[in-house]
């Protein structure tokens, strides 16, 4: 079955950069876009960028622009998220996601288990 | 960027009934909206694509309707399991945008 495994959590000081992985299997990688979500304790979903598996492009929200960096590893089947220059307000859980389909790759289905990532002094 | 607006915020109901929840969003999205639903300490779901396609595997209960700006997302009889934080999201445009949730609580 389609799985997306994420890395663990981890706690990183303000100004630090976090690097956040997710290993796909069940399903032929590179047909597929990716996109990284985050969401701040209690709050909402936020999507942060997208990265199309088979030819690496990528397009990043401008909220976000600058600051991450979303590639992949076809290789290995591994989705990965760089944030640098941490604030508190970057304490979220950070979610990938896979396209939903190889047309329809704007919707998010399935997810992976998440990443808690806490910025604090 | 397009804002979707979830209302009511919070939806108090019993097992049994008929949930509907709205999502408004701030121009034309077309058909490309999708619900998610979300339960504590897991990540989200798709229930319903492009408005009213049901994903694979989620009962028939859920159903979408909309267009344009305006969509809903029904739930026929509420099921235990049903109670959970419901979000819509448009893929018209860039940036791809959530709405802030609706929270289905048991009454």
């Known amino acids: 079955q389609v799985q997306l495994v994420q890395s663990g959590a981890e706690v990183k000081k303000p100004g630090a950069s976090v690097n956040v992985s997710c290993k796909a299997s069940?399903?032929?990688?590179?047909?597929?876009?990716m996109h990284w979500v985050r969401q701040a304790p209690g709050q909402g979903l936020e999507w942060m960028g997208w990265?199309?598996?088979?030819?690496?492009?990528?397009r990043y929200s401008e909220k976000f622009q600058g600051r991450v960096t979303i590639s992949r590893d076809t290789s290995a089947s591994t989705l990965y998220m760089a944030l640098s220059n941490l604030r508190s307000e970057d304490t979220a859980v950070y979610y990938c996601?896979?396209?939903?389909?190889?047309?329809?790759?704007?919707?998010?289905?399935?997810w992976g288990q998440g990443t808690l990532v806490t910025v604090s002094s | 960027e397009i804002v979707l607006t979830q209302s009511p915020a919070t939806l108090s109901l019993s097992p049994g009934e008929r949930a509907t929840l709205s999502c408004r969003t701030s121009?034309?999205?077309?058909?490309?909206l999708a619900w998610y639903q979300q339960k504590p300490g897991q990540a989200p779901r798709l229930l319903i694509y492009?408005?009213?396609n049901r994903a694979t595997g989620i009962p028939a209960r859920f159903g979408g309707s909309g267009s344009e700006t305006d969509f809903t997302l029904t739930i026929s009889s509420l099921e235990p399991e049903d109670f959970a934080i419901y979000y819509c999201?448009?893929?018209?445009?860039?940036?791809?945008?959530f709405g802030g949730g609706t929270k289905v609580e048991i009454k």
């Open positions: 996601a896979r396209g939903a389909t190889p047309t329809n790759g704007n919707c998010f289905d399935p």
């Open positions: 069940g399903y032929t990688f590179t047909n597929y876009a």
């Open positions: 990265i199309y598996a088979g030819t690496g492009n990528t």
């Open positions: 121009q034309s999205v077309s058909r490309y």
């Open positions: 492009d408005a009213s």
């Open positions: 999201h448009q893929r018209s445009n860039w940036p791809l945008t």
